[in-house]
């Protein structure tokens, strides 16, 4: 995944955050028919981003804040899972809505001032060029084929429920 030189954990972020909004607007400009290898590209970069802020960013930051969780961490990673089981489930016009208003939610208690890079970036600020090192070094994500199942349906509301959203994906 190659990526230009950011100067900040939050330009990091933020700039991926651009990127894998443009792909998911790209895939599914008629959300009754989604691009699906565009999709495809979406479904990637948005597990790749995830994994970056589960498996680096929040283990950094929890490690320098002494082994205690961030407060905003626990309501993010219930949105990382709804995000990941949506993204199991074909990509039904309501299952590209869910995504949108989580991702739009979700984007900004990471983003905005107060949120969990500026957080995360004021712990780790001596790790910063190792960080973003680590992170210019993940792999992809490979994805599965969707589950069209009626259970991967099941699994991803309850995932949007715990997380605190309400919305229907039928």
Same mark, same amino acid.
């Given at each position: 995944? /190659?990526?230009q030189q950011e100067r900040s954990l939050?330009?990091?972020f933020t700039s991926d955050h651009?990127? =894998? %909004?443009?792909i998911f607007e790209q895939a599914t400009k008629d959300r009754y028919n989604v691009i699906l290898e565009k999709y495809h590209e979406f479904r990637i970069g948005l597990l790749?981003? =995830?994994k970056m802020e589960e498996k680096i960013l929040f283990v950094a930051a929890q490690k320098a804040n002494g082994g205690i969780p961030l407060p905003l961490?626990? /309501?993010?990673?219930?949105d990382h899972g709804a995000l990941t089981s949506l993204l199991v489930c074909f990509p039904t016009a309501q299952v590209i809505n869910a995504i949108a208003q989580i991702m739009h939610q979700h984007d900004k208690l990471e983003e905005e %001032?107060?949120?969990m890079y500026e957080a995360c %970036?004021?712990?780790?600020l001596h790790e910063t060029q190792k960080i973003l090192n680590d992170l210019k070094n993940v792999t992809p994500v490979p994805v599965h084929p969707f589950n069209l199942a009626v259970y991967a349906l099941d699994a991803a509301k309850r995932s949007i429920k715990r997380a605190g959203f309400d919305m229907d994906i039928s």
């Open positions: 995944m /190659k990526r939050r330009d990091f651009r990127r =894998i %909004e443009t790749t981003h =995830i961490q626990a /309501k993010l990673r219930l %001032e107060g949120g %970036e004021n712990l780790t």
